[in-house]
């Protein structure tokens, strides 16, 4: 290294910005170089001393309060958002529930299972059960069952049983629903009524 | 004095006087640190509160066995670049001589006051990377291996940057240098 490449790499060496060899190399050259290169030396020091006399700035007010009263506001209002939106869920599930709950509570359910599956023989038979609903579970040469044994359950004479166990009574041709069929079911008293008091009806009583 | 993950590991198990303690750590390191790489005061205090809020927002991310200094100088200097390139550009040297009329330093002469703008100027002229490199190293005191990892590159080339902003800085301030 001669002492041009010293005296242009006096800065960066002062600044450790030399890699081991070149440092190893500018130092032997200082070691052992005329008054010129320790002169440059001493210059490129005075020089970045300068350079660094470059005057600063002072911060205006202190960040921290209202940087921390800031990320204290907006964490308040992201906990108020969570804990909106899981009221709001749990409000919408309570709304839901009934509905989930809706088959096994409600018999309006079995009825319209009930009907589309004597409608389904209908169109498949051409007519309608005659009194007779056994023929729905059963499977036959012209389809079926028309419902499903997992949701209906019949006893031992082949009735189709309501949710408190008793037959649903089925007519055909119907005296409400005329040139249908009518079906109820006798209720949660168990009697049957003809389909006064708390019998269910497929008509409007 | 606690080290700055330990602040941080504090601030995280709910203790608050421990970020505030690091806010005042480093308001004004990173505050003349976006200054003298954007040269606008305005934007460096808008920038510097922005990178403390990124700070407290991304904490829980942060790896306490990881240099902190580093990791705030990283977000500084990606902030300091963004908002850079979002705005007209600034470093010119219409900008630098009026934002030194408007922001008069201790100077206690003119010699002084026209070299402190001379060295404005050559910072200025310096391409970006070249000028966060250099700035982070002279005036931030960021050892070479916190720059590499501020700024995302090799030792190798954070080294290289700083001799080639030395080089180009040299020959900016010659005149000022022949004069001293």
Known sequence: MDCKEVQDKLDAYLLGALDKAETTQLEVHLAGCTQQCRQSLKDTMRTLDVWRALPGIEPRAAYAAPILASWKYSRKVFRLAVLTIFVLLVALLCLMWPLWGYRPQYPMYYFALLEKAILQYNIQHRTFPDNDLSHLLLSGKNGGPYLSPQIFKSNGKGEILDMWGMAYRYRYPGIHNRFMFDIYSCGKNRIDEQGAGDDITNWKK | ?180
């Open chain 2, 1 to 180: 004095m606690a080290a700055d993950e330990e602040l941080v590991k504090k601030f995280l198990q709910g203790d608050e006087n421990s970020f505030r303690e690091l806010v005042e750590r480093y308001q004004k390191p990173l505050l003349n640190y976006i200054y003298r790489f954007t040269a606008r005061r305005e934007l460096a205090e808008e920038l510097a509160q922005e990178i403390f809020i990124a700070v407290l927002q991304h904490l829980q991310r942060f790896d306490t066995t990881a240099s902190f200094k580093a990791w705030i100088y990283a977000i500084a200097t990606n902030r300091a670049l963004n908002s850079l390139r979002r705005r007209e550009p600034v470093m010119n040297e219409e900008l630098i001589a009026q934002t030194m009329c408007t922001q008069k330093g201790p100077f206690s002469n003119a010699a002084e006051e026209e070299r402190a703008v001379a060295v404005r100027k050559a910072l200025a002229a310096l391409p970006e990377k070249h000028r966060a490199v250099f700035i982070l190293r002279f005036y931030q005191d960021l050892s070479y291996e916190e720059i590499a990892l501020a700024i995302g590159c090799p030792l190798g080339t954070v080294k290289s940057r700083m001799c080639y902003a030395l080089q180009k800085l040299r020959g900016l301030l010659w005149a000022h240098r022949e004069v001293e």
